[in-house]
């Protein structure tokens, strides 16, 4: 079965240092990614996919993230935090038996430091 | 636009009581779904629909119905509400399925059973 798993429930990072969140995935097949984020007492709104093509994807707020088949990773990263990057955010994968589905994980909690 | 909408923000029900969530979007998208999203869990998809007159159940339907009778509305109805059903619920759209695209997701619906 397919899935997606966030190995950490919390990263601390302070305030202009590199983040990376972590993203594993378990799939049959290639995968598609996506990276969601979740402000306080909000919707989840989307960051990026990845379906094919450049291992490297930008989104939106500076982030971005890796595909990395070998470790079926796809973690996701900003050279600079900011404060106001402090919120809840979410891998998905997509339902390789349906196009309509994509399995979430269950988020990680993301505090940076002023 | 207002994108995708949820009503009430938040309710309170009362053990074996009847509600009904209420979504709507403004964006002409055919597919739209429900999650629920309980602490440390991430989210789980309840209902979800392709098109007006389609619906399909997702991981965690019991309990719940919906229909589609537009391609705006996607209204949730709880029956006989239980205290495992208390969970912020959201209301998502997109253009294509989930898997290959955007979900918008409404602001959310805190439900509360006692």
């Known amino acids: 079965a397919q899935s997606v798993a966030q190995p950490e429930d919390q990263v601390n990072v302070a305030e202009g240092n590199p983040l990376t969140v972590k993203c594993t995935y378990s799939?049959?097949?290639?995968?598609?990614l996506f990276w969601y984020v979740q402000y306080p007492n909000r919707g989840l709104q989307f960051l990026l996919k990845?379906?094919?093509?450049?291992?490297l994807v930008k989104g939106s707020y500076g982030f971005e993230a890796e595909f990395n088949k070998s470790q079926t990773s796809f973690h996701l990263k900003k050279p600079s935090a900011l404060v106001s990057d402090s919120a809840l955010y979410f891998c998905?994968?997509?339902?390789?038996?349906?196009?309509?589905?994509?399995?979430f994980g269950k988020g990680t909690r993301l505090h940076i430091l002023p | 636009n207002a994108g995708v909408t949820q009503t009430p923000k938040f309710r309170i029900l009362k053990i074996g009581q009847s509600m009904t969530l209420q979504c709507t979007q403004d964006?002409?998208?055919?597919?739209m779904y429900w999650y629920r999203q309980d602490p440390g869990m991430g989210l789980k998809l309840i209902y979800y629909?392709?098109?007006?007159?389609?619906?399909d159940k997702g991981e965690v339907p019991n309990g719940y119905n919906v229909s589609r009778s537009t391609t705006e509305d996607f209204p949730l109805r709880l029956e006989l509400a239980a205290p495992s059903q208390t969970s912020v619920y959201f209301c998502?759209?997109?253009?294509?399925?989930?898997?290959?695209?955007?979900?918008?997701f409404g602001e959310g619906s805190r439900l509360t059973v006692l």
């Open positions: 998905a994968v997509r339902d390789m038996n349906r196009d309509d589905k994509i399995i």
């Open positions: 998502a759209s997109s253009t294509g399925g989930a898997g290959t695209g955007e979900l918008f």
């Open positions: 629909s392709v098109g007006a007159g389609i619906t």
């Open positions: 990845y379906i094919t093509g450049d291992n």
């Open positions: 964006m002409n998208h055919n597919y």
């Open positions: 799939v049959s097949g290639n995968p598609y």
